[in-house]
């Protein structure tokens, strides 16, 4: 037998429903967490053993759907490649104008009678949404390169491997060093 196996001071925390995600991103997270179980449950007594813990957090993130016990299907579908263009604007719920609509309609306007229509068209041009951090992490990561800009790292003056014999004094990491040398030649 296998079920889902949790560490005991393990607390998962799921994307809240409120959240500034992209709706399919949302839509999906509690039969993602399904499927998940379920996969990981020999049967559904082991996944109906460990869905109270789950459905619990899920209610906590906003979500009041039901998680349910999915049987693994085995399915044969062709996989054909094709060669699809990827356009991944940011997402954000205060922008109202629907930008995947309006880029979609744009390339079926202007490259439906066109020479590369074979290559920009509704089939082969996808639109997926892009999560943009929050505006906290931006902060944060902007404070952190400007600190860290100031901040000079802790020199280390030698790297030789052989410490006492160092032919620079201990002073190997020394940049923009001028080596002078004389060269003499002996014929026998």
Not at 172 to 187: F, R, W
Request: proline residues 7%; aromatic residues 10%.
């Amino acid at each position: 037998k296998y079920f889902p196996f949790r560490k005991t001071n393990d607390n998962p925390i799921y994307v809240n429903s409120k959240s500034n995600h992209p709706p399919s991103v949302l839509k999906q997270i509690p039969s993602m967490i399904s499927t998940r179980l379920s996969k990981l449950s020999c049967d559904e007594e082991e996944f109906q053993k460990c869905k109270p813990f789950y459905q619990n957090i899920l209610r906590r993130s906003g979500y009041n759907d039901n998680l349910e016990y999915k049987p693994e299907t085995s399915r044969n579908k062709r996989k054909r490649h094709r060669n699809i263009l990827w356009y991944n604007p940011p997402f954000s719920q205060s922008v109202k104008t629907n930008i995947g609509r309006r880029f979609l309609f744009l390339v079926k306007k202007h490259f439906s009678q066109h020479r590369y229509q074979k290559i920009f068209n509704l089939n082969t041009i996808k639109l997926s949404y892009s999560c943009m951090p929050n505006i906290r992490n931006i902060i944060q990561a902007h404070n952190k390169a400007i600190v860290q800009k100031n901040v000079e790292p802790e020199k280390k003056p030698h790297n030789c491997s052989c410490r006492n014999d160092c032919p620079l004094n201990g002073n190997c990491l020394t940049k923009a060093i001028v080596y002078e040398a004389t060269v003499s030649t002996h014929v026998i």
